[in-house]
């Protein structure tokens, strides 16, 4: 049972434009929300996070949008930039960075 | 300040061994969390410590343990290896558990089993 989805494998995405990746979940206790983002051969580099009590979070170019009723996630990036080209995955916990489950990933490539 | 170290980077065993892995925190971390990443499958969760203490342990057979030393430092077998056991193993450092902090990963063990 997958709790936390991204339902888009791939992205592509014109340099200079705006990515978004999406991110949806099953579970409403989920408390806490999560981007990380992977290149090959490296561990997972956090990029931003969100509680529930929020619904938006901006941390330089890259913004996270929390829909709780609709149990939606997205991660916003602007402008995109080559090296932003990676795999990014959603996770979510019920307490903290605790038990984080995540999503399959998404493969964002940005196109010069 | 050295981030989070997994020794070794890679590893192939044959089914039916057992394997140990090693990681070493963020200096100051006290909790150590180990996630599996297998294609389609994303990353699971499969162990943290605390205090040298399990605190919470995913939906992983009994074939898969770990352990927490006083410094921090962690480690985590598998016996009886299978070859749906062939994975990129992560290991993750924070703060304390359940706080906001981030989880912090090291770059993985590749475990390939034959």
């Known amino acids: 049972d997958q709790q936390v989805k991204q339902n888009s494998p791939s992205l592509s995405v014109q340099e200079g434009r705006i990515s978004i990746l999406n991110c949806d979940y099953t579970n409403s206790m989920f408390d806490y929300f999560l981007w990380y983002k992977k290149y090959p051969a490296e561990g997972p580099t956090f990029l931003i996070s969100i509680s529930s009590i929020k619904d938006k979070n901006e941390d330089g170019r890259f913004t996270v949008f929390l829909n709780k009723s609709a149990k939606h996630l997205s991660l916003h990036i602007v402008p995109s930039q080559p090296g932003d080209s990676a795999v990014y995955f959603c996770a979510a916990s019920l307490f903290g960075n605790e038990k984080l489950t995540f999503g399959t990933g998404t493969r964002l490539t940005i196109i010069p | 300040k050295a981030g989070v170290t997994q020794t070794p980077r890679y590893l192939i065993k044959t089914r039916g061994q057992q394997v140990t892995l090693s990681c070493s925190p963020i200096s100051g971390h006290r909790s150590v969390s180990w996630y599996q990443q297998t294609p389609g499958q994303g990353l699971q969760f499969l162990f943290e410590?605390?205090?040298?203490?399990?605190?919470n342990k995913g939906n992983f057979p009994g074939r898969f343990s770990g352990r927490q030393f006083s410094n921090s430092r962690s480690e985590m077998n598998v016996s009886t290896l299978e070859l749906g056991d062939s994975a990129l193993y992560l290991c993750a450092s924070s703060l304390d558990p359940g706080d906001n902090s981030p989880l912090h990963f090291g770059n993985g063990t590749r475990l390939t089993v034959t």
């Open positions: 410590y605390f205090s040298e203490t399990q605190r």
